[in-house]
């Protein structure tokens, strides 16, 4: 049974219009049976000088599939029109074949054929027609005994990847040929041998379904390339964003993690499903064709190790997203430090050029020779040449990231303190950053707002006492709950506080939460730290007094607060040991204020100095949520906010409706094809193309990220990017 007459054009992208076509195949009177022409041979016949071979000549050779003769089949007998091989006319269908073809048609191929077989200008049903030749046999000759050798197998494989370097542009021939070249290795796999990226890059299932079988039989373990191979095709993994935009990162950071967690790789036992391979040809006067003899297991099904595989790439994914992000958001061909430093570490080793190990040494002589403390700018200019008058979210982010990236960390750090650096401050680095996953215990917290408020109070009069930076010292020093890190981190952080100028922003919010017995034990502690050197002076006073009104307290109590804690919680002992001193345990001077500047005996200092604790942990409790950022009420960095999330005659966010249908239509799957999303906006009057910008630039407004990824034939949605719009816009 012949095929129905419809004819049509291949253009460039793959796509077919389809014709019908009054032609049949045209008799002629030519009876010589059709022979393979060699590479090696010259053809001359009516002026056509046609060097290199590979096609039928002659008058019948049938098809395999239906009646009629072979599509490729060069008939001499049949005339012929000089053309110039870019000529076609409505003979050329969908399924060509030479002798279908008008006289001009098979004068424009037979040139083509004369030439070096290689210009793109050509329709592509020629090339269909020489490469219907080409698979014939490859395909069925090859499988008579003593037809093809080794070596002309080879040569046809060869020249079928020669095309397919030229012509691979359309889609539709790039699939049949790397499907011809598939099958090819699988006829003869000791004589054509694919590529891990011919099997990757063109998802030739049949040659990875090989493969594993042929591990399983040999019981070596699954390589790290197989793997990557197996989660190409494993239906447990989703190829995200991150896998997708940071493709070669991903496969590198896959192999690594594969070997780290595997070895030399897993092994699969052979399982009872055989591997059953088919063949579809392009031409339509071949069959399909299977392979039975094989009978190898194919384990590549096996869900357990698909779920193997797609468990580590989907740690790969979630690794790279941040600098799958940042190649979204900036156009560069090479990420500078600020893009690798998103890498994770196993990747970033091998990528950076030594700028890290330079930043590095930079902040281990700061810390050994200068306690840690260095200007702000002095740091930023070790990651950017670029001058910086104010630090907003992008680079401190940057800081953050240099830090963890190359080992030490800095306060203060708006992850684990309560402030922010400025470009003006001097900020101190220490060994050993906590990193970017890290989650502070509640007694990192309760020390650090002790810290803080007690800084505060230490600086009043404009002179750190030493006992008043000891005695905050020791808060972090001897605190039994702390881990080395954590002291790390705030002793820093106490330099940070006492060397900068003190400041209450974003304090008041905080300490107003507080009950009343919260308040005043929260005042007992300040007195305390005033205490600290045996003197409370005037300037600290006034200190106390801001610090009182911050706590919805009234100023006038510090004085009294000041005689409370001195006298009436002095120890039992000490007031027995003098009755006189009892009555009045601190000497007083009358400044020149009108203020009492009080003197302390060492007894009551050691008694204060012990009753911190319980007042640490109640801070503790209270500042260990998100944190007040000290920098809230002057933050430079104003992030856009949604737009009313209220639907507004159906549209979201700032897209109109018709855009808000789409999204929100294309946001219940994660994969289209471009002919789906084509119909989508066709039915809402929208133009595809300027639809996905519209949205995207949407997406980048609302999260900074696009969440339409444009991969040609196929548009995914990013999920990630989904949920993030849905938490902002909710």
Known sequence: MSKPDIHGYVDDGGMASF?????????????????????????????????????????????????????????DHLSIRAASPDYSDETLGYWPKYNQLSPKCRGAYLAWLSSSRDRTDVPIGYVFIYFYGLERRGVHDSRQKDAVTDAEFRELAAEVRRLLSIYSYNRSF???????????????????????????????????????????????????????????????????????????????LFRLKYEEKYGEGFKVKPNKTLFRPTYHPASGTLRGQELEELELPDPTGLKSHQKKVARIGDECCDELDAYSRYLGRNDEDEPGLEGLLLLPNELLEARQDGTLENIQQWASDIIDQREGQVSTRDFWAQVNDEKVTKLNKKEITLLQAVGDKAGFGFAPD????????????????????????????????????????????????????????????????????????????????????????????????????????????????????????GVVTPDEIRQLEKLYTQLGLDKS??????????????????????????????????????????????????????????????????????????????????????????????????????????????????????????????????????????????????????????????????????????????
């Open 174 to 252: 790039s699939a049949y040929g790397r499907r011809l070249l598939e099958w090819m290795a699988l006829l003869r796999p000791d004589v054509v041998e694919l590529t891990d990226e011919e099997i990757l890059d063109h998802s030739l299932r049949q040659a990875f379904s090989l493969r594993v079988g042929r591990y399983a039989v040999s019981g070596q373990p699954i390589d790290p390339t197989t793997a990557f191979l197996w989660l190409r095709f494993s239906e447990e993994f989703t190829f995200r964003a991150p896998a997708r935009r940071c493709y070669d990162e991903f496969k590198e």
């Open 557 to 730: 109590l510090v004085s009294s607060d000041v005689h409370g804690v001195t006298a009436t919680r002095a120890p039992a002992d000490y007031k027995e040991a003098d009755q006189s001193s009892a009555s009045k345990p601190a000497h007083t001077d009358k400044a020149a204020t009108g203020r009492e500047a009080f003197r302390l005996d060492e007894s009551v200092l050691a008694f204060h100095a012990s009753e911190t604790r319980d007042v640490q942990s109640m801070l503790g409790r209270i500042f260990a949520e998100e944190g007040a950022e000290e920098n809230k009420a002057d933050e430079e960095e104003v992030l856009s906010q949604p737009a009313d999330p209220q639907s507004t005659n159906g549209a979201i966010n700032g897209l109109d409706a018709a855009h808000s249908a789409l999204y929100l239509q294309m946001t219940e799957r994660e994969t289209w094809s471009r002919t789906q999303i084509e119909t989508l906006c066709n039915e809402m009057e929208l133009m595809m193309d300027g639809a996905l910008e519209a949205i995207n630039d949407w997406a980048f407004d609302t999260v900074d990220d696009a969440v339409i990824e444009d991969a040609g034939d196929t548009i995914y949605m990013r999920p990630d990017v989904v949920d993030e719009i849905a938490e902002r816009v909710e």
């Open 414 to 533: 708006p992850r684990w303190h309560d402030a922010k650096p400025k470009a003006e401050d001097t900020i101190v680095l220490f060994d050993t950053s906590p990193g970017p996953d890290y989650e502070p215990s509640s007694a990192f917290y309760e020390t650090g707002m002790s810290v803080r408020l007690g800084a505060m109070v230490a600086q009043g009069d404009g002179h750190v006492h030493t006992d008043e930076a000891q005695i905050l010292k020791s808060l972090i020093e001897e605190h039994p709950e702390l881990r080395d890190v954590e002291r790390r981190s705030l002793l820093a952080y106490l330099q940070y506080r006492l060397i900068n100028k003190p400041s209450t922003a974003g304090l008041k919010a905080r300490l107003e939460e507080l009950s009343e017995e919260a308040k005043h034990a929260v005042s007992r502690f300040l007195v305390s730290v005033a205490l600290a050197d």
């Open 19 to 75: 014709v019908r076509s009054p032609n049949r195949e045209e008799k002629s009177s030519n009876k010589r049976p059709g022979e393979w022409i060699g590479p090696d041979q010259v053809i001359e016949f009516k002026g056509q000088r046609i060097e290199g071979g590979n096609f039928y000549l002659g008058g019948r050779l049938p098809s395999l599939s239906y009646s009629g003769q072979e599509a490729s089949l060069i008939d």
